[in-house]
């Protein structure tokens, strides 16, 4: 049986329609996701200033280090409870989110090539008795277009230079069941 040729041009039409749908589809990932360990080996923290209990360290990360991997390293070496951040430096690749209140989880946006970390910044605090890190960046590409949300992922080239605060008191995080994110509870 042959078919019409208005039936193949539309079978041709739904089929690269549904390719370019599966191609593009969008990643989206939970707000709860915790950081992947093990995967910045090169980064150096030296104490920078002790002031009463609370401590400034400049951590430098080296070429291949993940950010969040390392972060969640030094909360966890150094027992942080609580903490703020801010960073420059650059990155080979970045992921990074914006909150979808609808889905409830962030969809994923990837810059794959060489960009300047124009800034970063978070802190730390404690979920379920882990130390946990929430980032927000912001990366400008070879045009100087800045690209940035919640950080997910970004691995260096050449450094990243982060100065970090660590507090006495404990910041404790806990779940909303309402947007199905971690969020602050200073009460805690």
């Known amino acids: 049986m042959k078919l019409k040729p208005y039936f193949t041009q ?9 390719a370019s749908a599966t191609l593009f589809a969008q990643e989206y990932l939970p707000a709860t996701n915790a950081a992947k360990t093990g995967r910045s080996p090169g980064v150096k923290v030296k104490l920078l200033n ?3 209990r609370a401590k400034t360290y400049v951590l430098v990360f ?7 991997s390392g972060l969640t390293e030094f ?4 027992n942080v409870r609580s903490a703020s951040f801010t960073a420059i430096g650059d990155a080979t690749s970045c992921k990074f989110g914006w909150f979808d209140k609808v889905k409830k989880m962030f969809k994923v946006i990837s810059l794959n090539e ?12 404690v979920i379920n008795g882990k130390p946990s890190v929430h980032a927000h960046i912001n990366v ?9 949300g919640h950080l997910i992922e970004a691995f260096i080239y ?3 230079e982060v100065m ?21 509870h200073p009460e805690l």
């Open 10 to 18: 539309a079978f041709i039409t739904l089929t690269l329609l549904f």
């Open 62 to 68: 080296a070429k291949g280090d993940e950010v969040l």
């Open 158 to 160: 050449p450094t990243l």
């Open 50 to 52: 002790e002031q009463g």
């Open 164 to 184: 970090v605060t660590v507090y006495p008191a404990t910041l404790q995080k806990q779940y909303n069941a309402e947007s199905n994110i971690n969020l602050l």
């Open 140 to 148: 400008a590409d070879q045009n100087g277009n800045v690209h940035g």
């Open 114 to 125: 060489q960009a300047e970390i124009t800034s970063m910044i978070g802190d730390m605090s």
């Open 75 to 78: 909360a966890q070496k150094y």
